[in-house]
């Protein structure tokens, strides 16, 4: 039976919280410093991770920033985890919801966001190089 194993990001998970290119080291090593990355393990192996930023810098406004599965791991419940894991210690601090967003024209990453209990919620209108972004909240 393959074991998830889902943690707070390290310094030493540095490299792999990087690879998705989004924001540059320095600032996620602020991040894991501060709790806000998280780190999938899947038999022993990092698999995934997610990061946490705030919007308006509010702590009672959590939004996933990221969440990245190596493609070799997707569809094994990684993603499930990792948010289980956040939504268990968002609640523990009194948060009553969970942010996230895709672009307009990803309808895979859409169909997790529903799938884990996230419900629209809005959408900027060409924020990426003219595609919308829909945004997703999930009461924890």
């Known amino acids: 039976m393959s074991t998830i194993i889902v943690r707070y ?3 030493k998970d540095l490299k792999f919280t990087s690879i998705d290119e989004q924001a540059n080291r320095e600032t996620i090593a602020k991040k894991i410093d501060l709790k806000h990355v998280i780190v999938a393990e899947y ?5 995934g991770y997610l ?11 959590p ?10 791991y997707r569809k ?9 894991f956040l939504a ?13 967003s895709s672009q307009a024209d990803e309808p895979e990453p859409q169909q997790w966001h529903r799938h884990v209990g996230f419900q629209e919620c809005g959408y900027i209108s060409e924020i990426n190089e003219g595609i919308d972004e829909i945004f997703f909240r999930k009461v924890l």
């Open 88 to 100: 268990e210690e968002l609640k523990g601090q009194g948060i009553k919801y969970l942010y996230s």
């Open 76 to 84: 094994r419940g990684l993603g499930k985890a990792m948010l289980s």
């Open 9 to 11: 990001a390290d310094r």
């Open 51 to 61: 990061r946490l930023d705030h919007f308006w810098s509010k702590p009672s406004d």
């Open 43 to 47: 038999d022993n192996h990092k698999a």
């Open 63 to 72: 939004y996933i920033s990221m969440i990245w599965v190596l493609e070799g």
